[in-house]
């Protein structure tokens, strides 16, 4: 059985830091993409990050392209978001996700066959 356990939301202040790590169990690395969507109140559910393995290539949402950065320790099978100087529209539910690599580049990252969630943190940036 496939599972991802998030840990590390919260609340933070504005211009704070967090690091949210997913830890997977049932599912090798290679072969899949594995990341963080977010939902927003009010808004869709956003695919924001992933990290594919072997090849370690990354995709980021524009609207976090530039400020969050993935990572993954196959050793200790986690998936890392580092949130560095948050903003309030940063407040969501982040989720962590993982299904097939993609094979070329994506403009999004949507979910496809086969496909697993983790239950999800929230995350609250305060002003």
């Known amino acids: 059985e496939v599972q991802l356990v998030e840990s590390g939301g919260g609340l933070v202040q504005a211009g704070g830091s967090l690091r949210l790590s997913c830890a997977v169990s049932g599912l090798s690395f290679d072969g899949y993409a594995i990341g963080w969507f977010r939902r927003a109140p009010g808004k869709e559910r956003e695919g924001i990050s992933y990290i594919s393995s072997p090849d370690g290539r990354t995709y980021y949402a524009e609207s976090v392209k530039g400020g969050f950065t993935i990572s993954s320790d196959k050793t200790k099978k986690r998936v890392y978001l580092e949130m560095p100087s948050r903003k309030p529209e940063d407040t969501a539910v982040y989720c962590c996700?993982?299904?097939?690599?993609?094979?070329?580049?994506?403009?999004?990252?949507?979910?496809?066959?086969?496909?697993?969630w983790g239950q999800g943190t929230q995350v609250t940036v305060s002003s």
């Open positions: 996700a993982a299904g097939a690599s993609p094979r070329t580049v994506v403009k999004e990252w949507l979910p496809s066959d086969p496909w697993w």
